[in-house]
């Protein structure tokens, strides 16, 4: 029995039909509809999308019990032998796979993001930051994408940390591939009425192009690697030596498949929303892009910024600790109850689907002072949250982010990179936030590249 401090009373949701139950409205709006629901009717919530039976939980202590203290109870989703959602993607990987496999590769690839590669790592962040920076010359005083540029920038920050190679070829292919195959897997993964894959619909067969794309593109870097010989000491090295220590086997194909296309997805995907919902906040309170853009100049001198130049960068880092707090990339995580459990005194039938109400939890009022309000500061006063649980934008428990140290450099070291040379300023009136695994911008974010005149030093 879990040692739950707080007990829970369950509420249903109302307006559920016979059938569909929630789906109409999950279906439309999934944001707002978690969203609202937990504000009309509390922390522990029960709805249903077609025959599942959803659990919603939006508080720090449920938190605790699902993802932490009872995390041998609470599953994944995914079953390989019947892959649904985000494993017809990403395979078996770290994200979609469970016990002793997951076990496993974790401990091949936690190295990887062992806190003193960082340095190293962020060198060759910056190295791509600039590059890629300076192609935006010709858009100088016009208007771009920023979350279309921040995708594509975080891609390339992926391939060449983990891979040692660039994609910047096949940018636009692979970035039209991830949004079609993720779409797909949240759709098959929230509408019980979606087809299945063998049905040769147009969609399936979209769906079949772009994964046989991405396969290519894997399968591809492996045997690339494999043919040359070179070492690079990156992410691609480790899982091709990787051995199993009872066995002396090594990853299977499918295994590496599945593992290389989960980091390549996980790693910039998220980070790219990250950033293009920062420089939306940025560009809408004017005080604080003033606050940012002084702190860069003043700290970076015009220079390239590095790992270093982070621990002299604190409003920086706050900003983007804010915006992953308003705008968290995955807004909610997923679990299913191995067992019949309780959690804050809620009973839970074994199979019952749990999601963690990451973007409620950040907004809660109960644990933050103006929970609407963009307040960089608050991360730099004492008035950090209260409770621990209620700010988790890489998850929490032994299932939490692998990439937290990567990403929490990458964040705020591009921010600095382009705010020293760029004003970005929004060019488009309405931007709304949509729920697709995670939190983008539904119809991109349209920004004034503005260049900003202070001295700039190149990187040599
Ligand atoms: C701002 C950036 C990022 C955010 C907000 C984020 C968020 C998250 C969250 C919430 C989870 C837990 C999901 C769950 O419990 O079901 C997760 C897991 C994961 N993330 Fe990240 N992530 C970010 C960046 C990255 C990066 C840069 C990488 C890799 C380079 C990465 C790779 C992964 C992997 C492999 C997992 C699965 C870990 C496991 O289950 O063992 N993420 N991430």
């Known amino acids: 029995m879990p040692d739950s401090v707080s007990s ?34 509390g922390d522990a919530l029960r709805f249903r999308l077609g025959r599942k039976t959803y659990y919603l939980f939006s508080h720090p202590d449920l938190v605790e019990d699902t993802l932490v203290k009872q995390s041998d109870r609470f599953v994944k989703v995914y079953d390989p032998r019947r892959p649904h959602g985000l494993a017809l993607v990403l395979g078996n990987g770290l994200v979609t796979s469970s016990g002793e496999v997951w076990k496993r590769h974790r401990r091949i690839i936690q190295p990887i993001f062992h806190r003193s590669r960082m340095a190293a790592m962020a060198d060759r962040m910056a190295q791509v930051g600039e590059q890629r920076v300076a192609t935006w010359e010709t858009h100088a005083g016009r208007t771009i994408d920023i979350a279309a540029e921040m995708m594509q920038l975080a891609l390339e920050v992926i391939s060449q940390t983990m891979f040692t190679t660039s994609m910047t070829q096949h940018i636009d292919r692979i970035s039209h591939s991830l949004r079609v195959s993720i779409k797909y897997a949240f759709d098959s993964f929230s509408n019980p009425l979606f087809l299945p894959l063998w049905v ?6 979209e769906f079949r192009t772009v994964m046989q794309f991405m396969d290519g593109l894997m399968y591809g870097l492996l045997a690339e690697r494999r043919q040359s010989g070179a070492t690079h000491d990156d992410l691609l090295d480790l899982l091709l030596q990787a051995r199993d220590e009872e066995t002396g086997e090594g990853l299977s194909d499918q295994e590496l498949r599945d593992e290389a296309l989960t980091i390549f997805a996980a790693g910039h995907e ?28 003043r700290v970076l001198q015009g220079r390239t910024p590095n790992t270093d130049d982070l621990q002299h960068l604190p409003y920086t880092r706050a900003v983007f600790d804010e915006s992953l ?6 807004p909610a995580v997923v679990r299913k109850a191995a067992t019949i459990t309780t959690v804050g005194g809620v009973s839970l039938p074994a199979g019952a689907f749990v999601l963690v109400g990451t973007y409620n939890l950040h907004r809660h009022p109960a644990f933050w002072t103006n929970p609407e309000q963009f307040l960089p500061e608050r991360w730099l006063d004492s008035e950090r949250p209260a409770a621990r649980y209620a700010y988790l934008p890489f998850g929490a428990g032994p299932r939490a982010c692998v990439g937290i140290h990567f990403a929490s450099v990458e964040g705020p070291l591009l921010l600095a990179l382009i705010g020293r040379r760029y004003d970005l300023q929004l060019a488009q009136e309405r931007v709304e936030p949509q729920l697709m695994v995670t939190l983008r911008p539904k119809a991109g974010i349209r920004m004034l590249l503005q260049p900003r005149h202070v001295p700039v030093v190149s990187l040599s």
């Open 325 to 330: 707090r308003l705008y968290p990339p995955v």
């Open 8 to 41: 829970f009373t369950l509420v249903d949701v109302p307006g559920a039909v016979p059938l569909l139950g929630h789906l109409q409205a999950f279906k439309t709006r999934p944001l707002e509809s978690l969203s609202t629901w937990w504000r009309q009717h």
């Open 200 to 205: 040769p619909t147009a969609r399936n067969r």
């Open 270 to 297: 998220t980070t790219a929303n990250a950033l293009a919902w920062t420089w939306y906040l940025l560009a809408t309170h004017p005080d604080a892009k003033a606050r940012f853009h002084e702190e860069v100049d």
